[in-house]
């Protein structure tokens, strides 16, 4: 039996589904994996029983994955999986700041007891006037899952779109319309824009990324949207321009001491990947990934180890190793192995950055003492004996 803990309310209705041979337990101190979505995981005390964590969503910003992959523990997210829902959100974002829909909304409520609210109605639209997004400029700041999807949307509604992405994945180049037109820097990219919509990480290069300099590049009564991570913005840098009118609207999806002071936003509660397709798709994504890694050991879509797949684990023994990505790594197992007279089916070495992991099928069991051997070769973080 292998053990899940579930941080987060993963769905709506609760419903997580592992199958036959897992339990869910409340002590993390007894679980094998976690998964969750964006509690906080920096300065949480992680039991050493845990192999791996599921992030259902994209954001890893809240979990050390770093620190965590020197533990052994591989870290995986669901890239893609909530993507639509963000972008349509993003879209109603952009027209909510366009047409006075809220606005006019609010009259009618404000206004229900009036018996000729029909006619007084014709009278007050004027007020909530607003301008087509057919024509007008949109940046957008990251073209990734969510951003290519938002810039490909943006096409389709007749807006001049830009996009600005030094490290755009091959897929997603492809995937993005030939009509968004890709600029070199942020300040080419900000340039004119009546809109601007963020979709980065929340990482060194990106905190803060927008700020006075930025904003004084858009064209007047521009509407930034961050649907991204608070941390992008500078929120003071925002707030002013808000105040002093350069920016019309600011659309945010995180609602902090200082975004719920400032004049003309639209700010929800972290609601972006709030549909139940995004919920069901990131939950189905993050629980065949744990489960292929801890019944098989093979790693997709980790944000700290390498992709790696041998299939299912069909020979006598499987062992998998997650060390440091460090010269002669391979050369000390092997040599250990052959100690133990062991014949390797299959071997496979994959690095990511600083970490990597060796996976191999022998045909015997090993001795444990082998195991012991291989724990204690220097640099190594974890070594798993799946089966
Ligand atoms: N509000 C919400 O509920 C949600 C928020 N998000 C946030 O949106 C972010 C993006 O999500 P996805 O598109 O799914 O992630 P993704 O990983 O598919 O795309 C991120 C893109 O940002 C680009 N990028 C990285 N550093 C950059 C930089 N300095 N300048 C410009 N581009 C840069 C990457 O090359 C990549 O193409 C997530 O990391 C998360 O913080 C994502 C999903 C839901
Ligand atoms: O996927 C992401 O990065 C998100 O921000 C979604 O967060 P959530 O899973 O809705 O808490």
């Known amino acids: 039996m292998r053990n899940i803990k579930i941080i987060d309310d993963i769905t709506k209705d609760g419903q997580v589904t592992f199958g036959d041979g897992y339990a869910f337990v409340d002590d993390t101190a007894e679980a094998d994996a976690i998964l969750m979505r964006s509690t906080d995981l920096h300065g949480y005390d992680l039991p050493a029983s845990i192999r791996a964590i599921a992030r ?3 954001g890893v910003n809240n979990i050390p ?9 591989v870290v ?17 974002m952009m027209v909510l700041s366009s047409r006075g829909v809220v606005q006019s909304m609010d009259w009618v409520r404000q206004n229900a007891d009036d018996p000729d609210i029909l006619t007084h109605a014709e009278h007050v639209k ?3 006037v607003g301008r087509e997004l057919k024509g007008k400029r949109v940046g957008v700041i990251g073209l990734g899952n969510v951003g290519s999807k938002v810039a490909n949307a943006c096409v389709y509604l007749g807006m001049d779109v830009y996009g600005y992405d030094p490290f755009i994945s091959v897929e ?3 995937e993005l319309s030939r009509d968004v037109q890709r600029v ?3 300040e080419d990219l900000c340039r004119g824009c009546d809109y601007l919509t963020l979709h980065v990480p929340s990482k060194a290069d990106t905190v803060g990324m927008i700020g006075t300099d930025q904003l004084a590049l858009l064209a007047p009564g521009a509407v930034l949207i961050n649907f991204a991570r608070e941390t992008i913005v500078d929120e003071d840098a925002v707030d002013a321009a808000l105040h002093e009118g350069r920016l019309s609207w600011f659309a945010t999806d995180f609602a902090t001491p200082k975004t719920v002071l400032m004049p003309n936003t639209f700010i929800t509660t972290h609601s ?5 397709e995004a919920e069901a798709n990131c939950a189905d994504m993050a629980i065949s990934e744990l489960k292929d890694y801890l019944e098989n050991g093979n790693i997709a879509h980790s944000v700290n180890y390498p992709s790696c797949s041998m299939g299912k684990a069909r020979a006598a023994s499987r062992i998998a190793c997650l060390h440091a990505n460090v010269p002669n790594m391979i050369g000390q197992i092997t040599a250990i192995l052959a100690k133990d007279n062991a014949n390797v089916q299959r071997m496979v070495n994959e690095s990511a950055g ?6 191999f099928d022998t045909d015997e069991h090993l001795e444990s003492s082998t195991i012991d051997a291989l724990k204690r070769i220097s640099s190594m973080y974890r070594v798993r004996v799946i089966k």
């Open 354 to 359: 600083e970490n990597a992991y060796t996976m």
């Open 172 to 174: 997603h180049a492809w």
């Open 65 to 73: 994955i770093d620190d965590y992959a020197k533990r052994g523990v």
């Open 126 to 128: 004027k007020a909530f």
């Open 56 to 58: 259902c969503g994209a």
């Open 272 to 276: 972006g990947a709030g549909t139940e």
């Open 76 to 92: 995986f997210n669901s890239p893609g999986a909530n993507a639509n829902a963000v972008k349509e959100i993003v879209l109603c």
């Open 184 to 186: 070199g820097t942020l």
